[in-house]
C-alpha cells in the first residue's frame, strides 16, 4: 500500500468525523435566530391587537382582520410572516396569536 493511499484512508475518516461534528453547530444558529424572529413577531402582533381594541373599542370576543392590524405593526407596510415559513393565526382580540410552526420558540415571547 502506498504512501498516500495511507494518508488517504487515515485523512478522510478524521474529515468526516469533523464535518458530521461542525455542520449540526453551523445549523443551531440559524434555528435559533429563526425562532426568535417568529416569537418577535408574534409579540408585534399582540401589541396590534391590544391596540386595535384599545382604539376601536373592541371586546376580547373580536377578531381583527389583518388588514385591521396593519397600521399598528412596527413595518407598517406588510403583515409579518414566520421566517421558518408557519402561518400566522390572530385570533380574537383577547387571546394570544399563534403560529403553526410547533416547537420551542414559536410562541409569543414574554415580556
Not at 440559524?30 to 417568529?38: F, H, K, W
Not at 382604539?55 to 414566520?82: I, M, V, W, Y
Request: proline residues 9%; hydrophobic residues 35%; aromatic residues 6%.
Amino acid at each position: 500500500m502506498s504512501r498516500t493511499t495511507k494518508s488517504l484512508l487515515v485523512g478522510v475518516p478524521v474529515i468526516l468525523f469533523l464535518l458530521a461534528v461542525a455542520i449540526p453547530n453551523f445549523m443551531t444558529p440559524r434555528m435559533t435566530v429563526s425562532r426568535n424572529a417568529c416569537a418577535n413577531n408574534l409579540r408585534w402582533l399582540d401589541d396590534a391587537k391590544r391596540q386595535w381594541a384599545v382604539q376601536g373599542h373592541k371586546t376580547t370576543n373580536d377578531t381583527p382582520a389583518e388588514s385591521d392590524l396593519l397600521p399598528f405593526l412596527h413595518p407598517g407596510d406588510q403583515f409579518p410572516r414566520c421566517p421558518s415559513g408557519g402561518i400566522y393565526t390572530v385570533g380574537r382580540a383577547g387571546e394570544p396569536p399563534r403560529c403553526s410552526v410547533s416547537g420551542v420558540g414559536h410562541a409569543r415571547a414574554s415580556d
